[in-house]
């Protein structure tokens, strides 16, 4: 009997991913949920309506999005996580077995014309560092940009390399 791969929830994945990543990765990465019977299936590409469509996962994240954007009350935000716990998350539906993630590091969901993919790697060693303190980490500076880490780091050491060229 071959042991079936865990089922990992966009709902956990909100604790590692932006809501930008993981509505991009809905709409193009075969996000599965379950049928009425417990199969996991495609998920649909039925209206917001359908709780087994993509558009009903998307609404969800839009609801989330909100959240960052206007917080909740603390007295919100404890009924909020009440209800959670209790009847658990739209978003619990949707996901992917662990052995069928995304490469969700790879996933740039903000729409980028060829000249700004590298327009902002033209900015001054100043403007990144800012950037930075205020994104507070690699990753998240990075997702400003739709990069990953990496390339933000690379990007930023080179600058930082370039500022202190000639200084001893």
Excluded: C
Excluded at 25 to 49: C, M, P, S, W, Y
Excluded at 98 to 117: A, G, R, T
């Amino acid at each position: 009997m071959s042991k079936e791969p865990r089922w990992i929830s966009i709902e956990r994945l909100l604790d590692d991913y932006s809501i930008p990543v993981l509505a991009e990765a809905v709409d193009k990465f075969n996000v599965q949920t379950h049928d009425k019977t417990g199969r996991r299936i495609l998920a649909t590409e039925g209206d917001e309506n359908d709780i087994q469509s993509k558009t009903f996962a998307i609404a969800h994240l839009a609801q989330r999005r909100t959240f960052e954007i206007d917080p909740l009350t603390e007295e919100e935000q404890y009924w909020f996580d009440e209800k959670i716990q209790t009847h658990g998350s739209a978003l619990d539906l949707f996901g992917w077995p662990n052995d069928q993630l995304p490469d969700f590091k790879k996933i740039q969901p903000h729409y980028q014309s060829e000249d700004e993919v590298e327009r902002w790697t033209k900015r001054s060693l100043q403007e990144f560092e800012e950037e930075l303190k205020s994104a507070q980490s690699l990753t998240k500076a990075g997702e400003i940009h739709g990069v990953s880490r990496q390339r933000y780091s690379q990007v930023i050491n080179k600058k930082r390399t370039e500022n202190n060229f000639g200084k001893s």
